[in-house]
């Protein structure tokens, strides 16, 4: 049981039907600067999955303190209509509604602002290589308006209340904060002038917004010799905590530990439990929430039980399960669809400026066009589904959601194909999770399960729709893209499924090379020095796990390899492999090194594997996943799920 997490809460008469927060977070989703029916699909999803309260995008109070292209105008009247529509619809829902609103500091973006960075002492930017403006009296007070102006146009638009950023040290913690704040007028030097703008924003939001209005306060704590410490939140909080704040939320990391923003799943999990802890026991008025690294109900549960904190705040959770707050209260945990904390379609889409998704919940940010989690039932009829990997899996399971018949074949003794071997890698049993709460869904939706089948002929089989997610093979041929013409073949080369499944027969020294800089040969590596073999990383990338940066885990994932003996070859290709070691080639000088070695493992790109003709009498086929391009797992489940809806 849940009894803490579902309990009620009441802020400023407000009543929260339980403590799950659906926190800020940029879902990049704003059109031209405006919500429109994604953004507006996405918050009423969560709402109608029972999230007691959300808190939507983070929107900038001020034109210098922009940070992604999907950001929303609240320097503009013309968003009031907007969200009103979005307030109207998640209240109408049971939950209730906030806005976020910030601004950057030092830290912005002038390829979207083409302003300078407004600061309060004029230090270099942690988010480009720019410097940033020393604000003048005059500038800070216009920044101050410009705060309560965007708090103003949040009210009007029916927002319940309003959180002040002050996290991932933004401007009010680069006022905070003595290193960033080296100003000797009456907002820098002492601790009550270093937290004037807040303390007074806030108190002129209470004048202006009234008793009902709920006023909540983002921060963040990160390990550094020149940030705050966690005594230092505790004096900061305990000044601001006269009644006017009504919860105070606690996040991990900022723009010096940027990862931890988000931690994926090389981070530990329950990230500020030891700083939520400590202001929780020394709160007079406001509720203090935990985020970051809370996944579960369980986890959060614990936090609430252990009087941590009073409400919890899980984003991506209720990203990859919208119902996840739902389910919970109805005593249905175990049908939560688990949050793997990969971080690709996410945060990985945010860093690249495109509108979030997730990599198992493909209908994030398609709540306007595929309907969220209820999908439309249909006329049912026979349905086979020819492979289990995530592309199968996600198909079957959707096809049986909508009422069809369903059965699912895998030549394999376990399902999850490839992606079941990932979660073998190192921190990665969140795909495990998963792959058992398909086999739960499955045995709850009627699906038939047949492992151990190999078709080779699908014409005598009932069922007139087939899918086929058939996946995808290591390609054998030796193909490096960095050296088209040539082939790197002999005995001692390995696929990294081979090694995963532990088939390879490798020896103490193992050469890996990565053609994609991801996780199938970060992984792989990291798997191997796990094992004990002496590991040599080669990559024509200028850096290891260059394509997983994009999830943050890059350098945690580095540092740990590093600490296993894993050695860095970069920009680099195999030239040739003799058996017993390989030529490696530099490819900025071409200069060539013999390197001994026992095995060589080659993570390049898989190889479509579609044995079936192209049509067969009498059936309708659908290829999808690996079998129709091999690709990043993703668009794996995206295909599996479009499918099924398709039906």
Known sequence: MHKHLTSPLT??????????????????????????????????????????????????????GVLTRGNYLAQDDAIIAGFREVTTAVKAEGAVILQQIYHIGAHGDSDLSFAPHWSPSGL?????????????????QELFDAHLSAVHRARDAGFQGVEVWAAYHSLIDQFWTPWSNRRSDQWGGSLENRTRFSRELI????????????????????????????????EIIALHDTGDVDYVTV?????????????????????????????????????????????????????????????????????????????????????????LSCNQMC???????????????????????????????????????????????EAARAAAERGFRVEIVEALNQIGGQFRLAGMQPRRAQILDLMDWYERQFVKLGVTLRLNTYLDDLSDHPAQTVILA???????????????????TGPGIWSPEAVMRREARLGDVVILYDEGSNWRGVGTSWTLAERGHKVIHVTP??????????????????????????????????????????????LLTGEERQVAASALVMATTNRAFDPFPAQIP???????????APRLAAYAFHEGRKAALAL
């Open 618 to 628: 009498g059936k309708t086929l659908h290829r999808i996943g690996d079998c129709a």
């Open 541 to 586: 990338e200028a850096y290891v796990g260059k394509e997983i940066t994009r999830t943050a885990a890059d350098l945690a994932t580095r540092k740990r390899l590093a600490q296993l003996g894993v050695e860095f070859v970069t920009e680099s290709g195999i030239a040739a492999w003799h058996g017993n070691g390989a030529t490696i080639r530099g």
């Open 347 to 393: 945060w990985g889409r945010r860093s690249r400026d495109y509108w979030i998704s997730c990599l198992i919940n493909p209908s994030a940010g398609r709540e306007f066009e595929w309907g969220g989690d209820r999908f439309t039932k249909a006329t049912p009829r026979d349905v086979l589904v020819v492979g289990a990997g995530p592309a199968g899996l």
């Open 470 to 488: 058939t996946g995808s093979l290591p390609d054998e041929s030796g193909f490096q893209r960095w050296n088209p013409s040539g082939a790197v």
């Open 251 to 339: 996040g991990a990391g900022g723009y010096m530990d940027f990862e931890s923003i988000i931690p994926p799943f090389t981070h530990g999990e329950k990230l500020t439990t030891s700083l939520t802890a400590r202001l929780k026991a020394q709160a007079k008025h406001a509720k203090i929430t935990s985020e970051a690294g809370i996944r579960t109900p369980d986890n959060a549960e614990t936090v609430l039980a252990s009087g941590e904190a009073d409400l919890v705040s899980i984003v991506r959770g209720q990203i990859a399960d919208p119902h996840l707050a739902r389910k919970t209260m109805e005593g249905r945990a175990s049908d939560i669809r688990p949050c």
């Open 124 to 140: 270099p930017s942690y988010h480009d290589s720019d410097g940033s403006h020393e604000m003048t009296g005059a500038e800070v």
């Open 203 to 234: 108190a002129a939001i209470r004048r202006d917004c009234g008793a009902d209005f709920i006023i909540g306060l983002a921060i963040s704590w990160q390990e550094s010799p020149v940030l705050l410490s966690q005594d230092d939140f505790c």
């Open 11 to 64: 802020l400023r008469g407000h009543v929260l039907r339980n403590r799950i927060v659906f926190g800020a977070h940029t879902a990049n989703m704003s059109d031209m600067g405006l919500p429109g029916p994604r953004a507006k699909g996405y918050w009423v999803e969560r709402a109608k999955g029972g999230a007691a309260m959300i808190v939507t995008e983070p929107v900038p109070a001020h034109r210098t």
